[in-house]
């Protein structure tokens, strides 16, 4: 069964091969959001494939986000197009503007300040999430003990993914390649090379989870019982369907 999710400062979202559940917490009350995100059998043919196996991994990651998420993907994937066929001057008088520089960071250095609690707390909430899916990967089921006890790195990690992204655009970065097809074709290989990190212990594991240091913190009490629940309601809606997709 294929697992994984992603952290929200106020929840945690776990999916599997044909559902996910999105579970919120509002003060003590737990809530939670089934959807189903089974691929269509023509999409499903091409897991394991090698490089085309990387449309299966976007189709996942974009049946998992949220409403909010999507729209604003959305809209840079337009821009973007927009840009690359109509070649339209949209990103390059950006950086032409008249803004001094210090204010541009300053801004930067506030916004993150005035959500750092949020910001830390969705970091908890990652911790949690890949501890979780260690200890069942390990173990067959969680528990707060054995939880607890797991790693909160994860070499599947979208982070490890971003870091190989923005390892292999720097390369074009450097030949001066700008083009959406390109960053496409990166995107596919960059899926390969992080299922290949994912499946294999190396030397330069430490270095492929560099950026799990800053995006994964060690979780909280509640956060870790809030995983579990939400991981456990996983297990629960998926058996119903494996049960009745077999009657």
């Known amino acids: ?33 089934v959807d189903w995100i089974l691929p269509k059998r023509w999409l499903r043919k091409l897991e394991g494939k090698f490089i085309l196996g990387g449309i299966l991994v976007g189709y996942y990651q974009w049946r ?13 994937i337009a821009l973007i197009l927009l840009e690359e066929i109509f070649h339209l001057p949209l990103f390059e008088g950006v950086s032409t503007l008249p803004i001094n520089q210090k204010w541009f960071y300053g801004m930067m250095v506030l916004t993150i300040l005035v959500n750092i609690r949020k910001i830390i707390r969705l970091f908890q909430h990652h911790g949690a999430e890949h501890k979780v899916i260690n200890c069942y990967t390990k173990h067959g089921y969680v528990n707060r003990y ?16 971003g870091l190989i992204i923005i390892i292999l655009y720097s390369i074009l970065w450097f030949f001066n390649i700008d083009s959406i ?31 799990q240091w ?34």
């Open 146 to 161: 054995l939880v607890k006890k797991a790693s909160r790195f994860n070499k599947r990690c979208g982070s490890n993914l």
């Open 214 to 247: 800053i995006t994964v913190l060690e979780p909280k009490e509640e956060d870790i019982d809030l995983a579990i629940n939400a991981f456990n309601y996983l297990l629960h809606t998926y058996e119903i369907y494996r049960k009745e997709s077999t009657m």
């Open 1 to 33: 069964m294929k697992l994984g999710g992603y952290a929200h400062n106020n929840g945690i979202t776990f999916f599997c091969d044909v559902l996910k559940v999105k579970t919120t917490k509002v003060k003590e009350d737990i809530q939670y959001e």
């Open 181 to 211: 097809l390109w960053f496409f074709l990166i995107f596919l290989v960059a899926v390969q090379i992080a299922k290949k990190f994912a499946l294999t212990n190396t030397k330069w594991d430490k270095y492929i989870n560099i950026l």
């Open 64 to 76: 998992i986000m949220n409403i909010k998420y999507k729209i604003l993907m959305t809209l840079l």
